[in-house]
């Protein structure tokens, strides 16, 4: 019996490959080529399945070019990358790899946060250019952490996770808003009050952004809800490109009328709006908030799981549209 045939859009570890291997007739892009909607469906025609990474749209038009395809495996938490009704609606199951990331995310969001209101990578780069010749009492001087009020917006594993880090480990008050209240016990565990989006906006400190992509979440932040924070206030996106308008952010950190923001995703990634690399008070990460090593290889084992016990038992550990495994 012939082995299913899947493709692996990007390169991930060898050994990764070496299991799938062992299961499927596998043909993958271990030199990292990227490239347009229509090599990808190029490379899935006469696939049964697809290793997939953020950056690999799966819509209606791949769908109907690339009939044999069963299921896609991301090795992303966030599958903003794919149309979910329209795979739901040809058959072919969506998976992703939440869980596994989510202390690794948070300890970089809170990084981020850090390097944002101490200025780390302004000074950085400061010192680099042979600029510091002498010490002076305002130089570089930023905002407090620790004892300031951390706003979360998406109070899901990652923002529960950021709360705890603040409130525990520096005295944050810690408020969050989310599109349904957490219980009361965990509200306690993470020692976070819910308030409404504008009042976060006016309140916090450090307002931190993890909630998920969606047409409904699109410039959740723009120039209206940055008009909203204090100019002493601090904003960081480690969610998803698209939840803050770009544009809209440069111009309010240009004319400083809020201090300073930290970013892990951009709207069309890896383009960076423009704007963004003149202004001096914004620390710029290239979506890395989940790459450590262990991370990072526990979701491709997670992604290569879900491929291989949709192919050996009809089921998988973390799908996305799990109808679809009903209606086989």
């Not at 990808?40 to 990474?53: C, P, R, S, V, Y």
């Not at 705890?164 to 509200?187: C, P, Q, T, W």
């Not at 969610?239 to 309010?252: E, N, P, Q, S």
Request: charged share 20%; hydrophobic share 45%.
């Amino acid at each position: 019996m012939s082995k299913p045939k899947i493709f692996v859009a990007r390169a991930i570890f060898p050994e990764v490959i070496t299991r799938l291997e062992q299961h499927f007739d596998v043909q993958s892009s271990q030199r990292d080529e990227t490239g347009s909607k229509a090599l990808l469906i190029e490379k899935l025609q006469g696939k049964d399945g697809a290793f997939t990474t953020g950056g690999d749209r799966i819509d209606a038009e791949v769908l109907a070019a690339c009939p044999k395809l069963k299921i896609c495996a991301n090795m992303a938490v966030g599958y903003n990358n794919f149309d979910l009704a329209a795979m739901t609606a040809a058959g072919v199951l969506a998976t992703n790899t939440p869980d596994v990331l989510t202390e690794t995310t948070a300890d970089f969001g809170f990084a981020l946060l850090m390097a944002t209101a101490r200025r780390i990578a302004e000074s950085e780069r400061y010192l680099r250019a042979g600029k510091w010749t002498q010490w002076r009492y305002d130089m570089f001087s930023g905002s407090d952490v620790h004892g300031s009020t951390l706003g979360i917006l998406g109070m899901g594993r990652i923002g529960q996770g950021i709360a705890k880090r603040g409130a525990h480990g520096f005295g944050m008050k810690v408020i969050y808003h989310n599109r349904s209240r957490l219980d009361a016990a965990l509200e306690a565990d993470c020692k976070a009050g819910y308030v409404s989006k504008d009042e976060l906006l006016r309140t916090a400190d450090h307002v931190v952004l993890v909630l998920p992509y969606s047409p409904a979440s699109h410039h959740a932040i723009g120039a209206a809800e940055l008009a909203l924070m204090k100019p002493t206030a601090t904003l960081v996106n480690i969610a998803r490109g698209g939840i803050v308008d770009d544009a809209a952010l440069a111009l309010a950190l240009r004319d400083k009328r809020i201090a300073a923001a930290g970013l892990d995703v951009f709207e069309g990634e890896p383009r960076l709006h423009p704007d963004l690399l003149t202004v001096h008070n914004v620390v710029l990460t290239p979506h890395i908030a989940s790459a450590t090593v262990p991370t990072r290889l526990a979701m491709a084992h997670l992604a290569a799981d879900n491929l291989i016990q949709f192919f050996t038992q009809n089921k998988a550990l973390t799908p996305l549209n799990p109808e679809v495994l009903v209606k086989r």
